[in-house]
């Protein structure tokens, strides 16, 4: 109360001067009073998680006593694992002008933040209690529509949705859509273009992430592809094409993520770069980064993993219809791949390298049908569709497939360039834990 009487005394001079004191006036001078004392009386820190911080650390830093910070440090334990507090998260924090905690709270990750709010202690002489409490974002789910186009200024994916307005994951999101149809490191030109239809996710007012893309449409080269998100009775949700046909392909485009370049093809004859002696190269060469996630372009079995001489670290899997794949160069093998384990289409089964017979890192791609090797892109092609929508279900499909082109920004239908209305969803509720 030392701190607040001068303000309180100002506040009563000022409504003094300024002429005879009423009850209306009285009544304003001491709300006025009121919130000056409070704006006076905390003092309120908003940052990020420092490199190497503790929570006692991060505390102490703010002059917090270490009577409490033990204290509080204690209360905190009770909820929430302190070994999980993360450099470059955001923390906000609220402190009496006595240095007691008023309020603390620390984003966990995207769906939780921790919330630990002090409580007035119940004797002078006794420390404060702590209400701590691990709580769940709020969010909600947009559904937007974009366009965007493949030019010269932006000539990757990535870029073009960065120039629609969104960033890199709803590029990948929409490469795993059509990477059966579309090698997305080679195959683009300036021309091509995309309409996406997707949830957007809101958090606290601001942007939580992206949800499932509900609908898209790609064009290249003069051929364009759809895809519908959509979950047939008794069957996981996927993606079909305008006729009802998964999206899904028996292997996909590349072994590498969307981006990748072809710099050495199939080939019966060619001068290898170290041994400088003219023979076959029967695989095809990606240009990547040392590190690059690979994946196995189709599900199957493990049949070797390990060093195989100038292949350096390989993986050799064996699929369904007479079809292998051997993936050579790595920089290391994922863990837990090995022979005899089974792995899924577009699992990561190791990282780009240069190990072995090789001047630099790149994936070195086999693809082998009945024991004899093929061109992987000339046969990738061949492959036929994925299951289709069964046929009791097609209707069902169709009527849902129309609904979301509808909603396409640049549909045949609609004006291009315009936006689908943002639909806000009920709330997304996620379950709050330690």
């Known amino acids: 109360m030392k701190r607040a009487l001068p303000i309180a005394l100002s506040a009563t001079v000022l409504a003094g001067c300024a002429g005879p004191r009423t009850p209306e006036t009285a009544s304003a001078t001491a709300a006025l009073a009121t919130v000056h004392v409070q704006e006076q009386a905390t003092r309120l820190i908003e940052a990020r998680v420092p490199r190497n911080a503790t929570l006692a650390s991060l505390l102490r830093a703010h002059q917090v006593s270490d009577e409490i910070v033990e204290h509080f ?94 960033s890199i994951s709803l590029a990948l999101d929409l490469a795993r859509v059509f990477e059966g149809e579309v090698d997305f490191g080679n195959e683009l030109q300036p021309g091509d273009s995309f309409e996406i239809l997707f949830e957007k996710i809101v958090r606290e007012g601001e942007f939580g992430g992206y949800g499932d893309i509900v609908a898209a449409r790609f064009t290249t080269g003069g051929r364009s592809f759809e895809a519908f998100r959509y979950a047939a009775p008794g069957q996981k949700p996927d993606y079909y094409d305008r006729e009802g046909r998964s999206m899904r392909r028996f292997f996909l485009k590349s072994p590498l993520k969307f981006e990748p370049r072809v710099t050495s093809g199939f080939s019966f004859r060619r001068v290898h770069p170290v041994l400088r002696t003219a023979r076959a190269h029967r695989g095809v060469d990606y240009g990547a980064p040392t590190g690059a996630p690979v994946l196995a372009v189709a599900s199957g079995t493990v049949v070797r993993a390990g060093w195989t001489g100038g292949g350096g670290n390989s993986v050799y899997i064996r699929h369904d219809n007479g079809y292998e794949t051997r993936y050579l160069h790595f920089s290391r093998i994922a863990p837990g791949i090995r022979a005899g384990v089974r792995v899924t289409q577009g699992e990561v089964i190791g990282n780009v390298g240069s190990t072995g017979l090789s001047t630099g ?74």
């Open 73 to 166: 440090v204690q209360s905190a334990k009770s909820r929430f694992d302190l070994r999980r507090l993360r450099a470059d998260r955001p923390y906000r924090l609220q402190l009496g002008l006595d240095g007691v905690i008023r309020e603390f709270t620390y984003q966990i990750d995207a769906d939780k933040f921790l919330k630990v709010v002090g409580a007035d202690a119940p004797r002078p002489d006794a420390l404060p209690d702590f209400d701590v409490q691990v709580v769940p974002y709020e969010k909600h789910k947009a559904l937007m529509s974009i366009r965007g186009e493949i030019t010269r200024e932006t000539p990757s994916l990535i870029a073009a949705v960065n120039a629609a307005g969104e």
């Open 361 to 434: 890192p790149h994936l070195h791609y086999e693809l082998l049908k009945g024991g004899t090797h093929v061109n992987p892109l000339e046969e990738h092609r061949k492959l036929p569709p994925g299951q289709p929508i069964p046929q009791a279900s097609l209707a069902a499909y169709i009527a849902h497939r129309d609904r979301q082109a509808w909603r396409f920004a640049g549909s045949p239908d609609r004006a291009l360039g315009r936006l689908a209305q943002a639909v806000t969803a009920a709330p997304t509720q996620t379950a709050a834990g330690n």
